[in-house]
């Protein structure tokens, strides 16, 4: 139990575009989700907590007008990496906060991740 | 402000042979702290989360020991396998009562050598 997926695995694409990435919680609902961004050899660093039917708090330095996040269900968040630039290319990961009694230890689950590459 | 000190950065050991990952954190409040390992290219995956008042936990050949009065943690790795090859991350939870954030380490990379 407790799996998370991301969609896509990997993406290229022009400098300019737009991405979507989405995140889904498979067998339990979270009603909190997480992006991290993580580069090369470096640990993750959280971008935004992404709330059911409420608007995304993002870290400081964190532009929400180039990281759209929706988080339209209590399974699916999604990240948009808008007017995608070649610094964006990056390993981004998402996580989910199951929403259960039992999750005493506020625990994530974080999905596979997305390799972006901005050409 | 919450630091997450991981040592080594980067270790090399024999297939079969064990070995211990430290973890020294500043986080407060302090809530639990979490081990991962992560593949190449994957997202994390859990190892053992352990709260205030559990000072050593253990999954298969792994085993966390925490101690909240210094501040550090340590994974030991017993009987390593080519598999175990991965980064191995200390995260700890800091709970304010209305939220929890995470503060992440940079990792240990293990490579697990014939």
């Known amino acids: 139990g407790a799996v998370v997926s991301q969609h896509p695995s990997w993406v290229i694409c022009k400098s300019g575009t737009s991405v979507k990435i989405e995140c889904r919680s498979l067998?339990?609902?979270?009603?909190?989700m997480f992006w991290y961004r993580q580069f090369p050899k470096q640990s993750l660093m959280l971008m935004a907590t992404?709330?059911?039917?409420?608007?995304?708090?993002?870290e400081q330095g964190v532009e929400k007008d180039k990281f759209l996040i929706n988080h339209a269900s209590l399974t699916l968040s999604t990240l948009t990496v808008t007017s995608a630039h070649p610094e964006d290319s990056s390993f981004y990961i998402c996580s989910a906060r199951p929403v259960k009694r039992s999750n005493s230890y506020n625990e994530q689950f974080f999905g596979p991740g997305t390799r972006l590459t901005v050409l | 402000k919450n630091q997450v000190e991981q040592s080594p950065q980067s270790l090399i050991i024999l297939e079969g042979k064990n070995c211990t990952l430290q973890?020294?954190?500043?986080?407060?409040?302090?809530?639990?702290l979490r081990w991962y390992k992560q593949d190449t290219g994957r997202g994390p995956v859990s190892l053992t989360i352990?709260?205030?008042?559990?000072n050593t936990k253990s999954n298969g050949r792994y085993t966390a020991t925490l101690d909240a009065d210094t501040k550090q943690s340590s994974l030991h790795i017993t009987a390593s396998q080519l598999s175990d090859s991965a980064s191995y991350i200390c995260v700890v939870s800091a709970y304010t009562g209305t939220a929890s954030k995470l503060t992440f380490g940079t990792g240990t990379r293990l490579q697990v050598t014939l």
């Open positions: 973890c020294n954190y500043t986080v407060s409040p302090f809530s639990n």
């Open positions: 992404s709330n059911e039917g409420s608007k995304a708090t993002y």
């Open positions: 352990m709260t205030f008042s559990e």
């Open positions: 067998d339990f609902q979270a009603t909190t």
